[in-house]
């Protein structure tokens, strides 16, 4: 059985918490909990980038979960093509480390267009299955 949720998120920095709740409160239901600190830390991490990078002004962004069969797929939709790359951070840099986390974390991640303008960025991560809702 497939699973799928979505919710937007406005332009503000307090989205990336309510993201994260969201993708936990899914998780939960879902029963699903085994990947959920990595899967958290993803939601996090492409949230904030989608909200900095990824949105033209005043724009939100999109988090999609699907879940099938043991996968679970996180989607952060938003506004500009611009394609992010994962790059080193210096160790005294505060930020540019998100996608080495995502990569490191998640089983496969990509960015694909999307219509009429913007991108999504997934990640899939493999679970043990058994979604109940």
């Known amino acids: 059985m497939i699973e799928t949720v979505q919710r937007f998120f406005g332009a503000r920095p307090e989205s990336v918490g309510q993201a994260r709740e969201f993708a936990s409160e899914t998780l939960a239901v879902w029963g699903l909990s085994e990947r959920i600190d990595d899967i958290r830390l993803c939601v996090s991490e492409l949230a904030t980038n989608a909200l900095v990078h990824g949105t033209v ?70 679970t043990a299955g058994g979604t109940t809702a």
Do not use: M, N, Y
């Open 57 to 126: 002004a005043d724009h939100g962004f999109l988090v999609r979960l699907d879940a099938e069969d043991d996968v679970v797929r996180l989607e952060v939709h938003d506004s500009r093509r611009r394609r992010p790359e994962p790059r080193q951070a210096a160790d005294t840099d505060c930020s540019g480390r998100g996608l080495v986390l995502v990569a490191a974390l998640a089983d496969e991640w990509g960015v694909q267009d999307r219509t009429p303008l913007g991108k999504i960025v997934w990640s899939c991560f493999k």
